[in-house]
């Protein structure tokens, strides 16, 4: 969803407007104290009730599949990559490593947290601690 990765309060998305707000009840909650996506969801303005779509980001749920299923890193990965490009229709150009595919990758931490994107083998993203 377009909201993914923005703050607290509310947000245009098209012609729909979007509050994101804490996915629990809690009084005097703050940015600074949210410890993933996990802890905030997306409804419709006015509709608290209404859920506007996901605010998760896909290495959260990698790691979230992976939590509650206890299933390999292997499968968690293969969930979030293969598996959606050839329900797509557009695996192996997406979804695949190999030759020919469009080099879109991501690089993720041992915890599964993202350290950079590729993208058509160009470097879109990168955290501080890789490439250095």
């Known amino acids: 969803m377009a909201a993914t990765g923005l703050g607290l309060g509310t947000h245009a998305l098209g012609t729909t407007s979007v509050d994101i707000v804490p996915a629990r009840n809690v009084k005097d909650i703050s940015e600074a104290s949210l410890q993933s996506n996990n802890d905030i969801k997306a409804v419709v303005s006015g509709m608290p009730n209404v859920l506007a779509g996901s605010v998760i980001t896909m290495d959260q749920c990698v790691r979230n599949l992976k939590v509650y299923t206890d299933c390999s890193i292997v499968y968690a990965l293969m969930a ?40 058509k083998g160009e470097i879109m993203y990168k955290t501080s601690q890789v490439f250095n």
């Open 80 to 119: 979030a990559s293969t598996h959606p490009a050839r329900c797509l229709g557009i695996y192996p150009k997406k979804g695949s490593l190999d030759i020919g595919s469009d080099a879109d990758f991501v690089l993720l931490d041992n915890d599964l947290h993202v350290q950079a994107t590729i993208i």
